[in-house]
């Protein structure tokens, strides 16, 4: 007797997360836009066993054309973050993380740093951002100024 009441109420829900809707739905455009909105940095380190996180004060970039620059300032020393830490910080091993449009993807090219990920920012780095409409494509190079 449970054995049917539990198999009942299972195909009483699974008619209920059925969708009515089957079709007439409007067709929205994609958007359209491919920047980069904002882009911050951290580093990271493991301090006896427990990883550690800080992050940087970053300046909303400032464009020209497909090119931002990003002023970036590393933290004084503070708790974990000692000065021994802060002094092992570059801009050649931080990690750098970004806002783009939309439901716009972004993947790094020429050699440039994943995000997300310990990488080099002491020189210029290119990320692709996709639109979203996947036809709108910008090349985007980041300079940071990285300051200590």
């Known amino acids: 007797m449970k054995k049917y009441l539990a198999l009942s109420a299972l195909v009483m829900?699974?008619?209920l997360l059925q969708s009515c809707l089957k079709r007439g739905l409007q067709d929205l455009?994609?958007?359209t836009d491919?920047?980069?909105?904002r882009f911050d940095f951290e580093y990271r380190w493991n301090d006896n066993g427990t990883f550690r996180v800080v992050r940087f004060n970053t300046d909303a970039p400032?464009?020209?054309?497909?090119t931002l620059?990003?002023?970036t300032v590393v933290p004084e020393a503070s708790g974990a973050f000692t000065t021994a830490i802060r002094d092992k910080v570059t801009a050649a091993a931080i990690v750098g993380m970004c806002n783009v449009s939309t439901a716009a993807t972004i993947k790094p090219v020429n050699g440039?740093?994943?995000l997300g990920v310990p990488g080099d920012f002491s020189k210029p780095v290119s990320?692709?951002?996709t639109a979203a409409d996947?036809?709108?494509v910008n090349v985007w190079t980041v300079n940071i100024t990285f300051v200590k």
């Open 13 to 15: 829900i699974m008619g």
């Open 29 to 31: 455009p994609a958007f």
């Open 34 to 37: 491919a920047n980069i909105d």
């Open 62 to 66: 400032v464009p020209n054309g497909k």
């Open 69 to 71: 620059t990003v002023k």
């Open 112 to 114: 440039a740093p994943g």
């Open 127 to 129: 990320y692709q951002v």
């Open 134 to 136: 996947e036809k709108t």
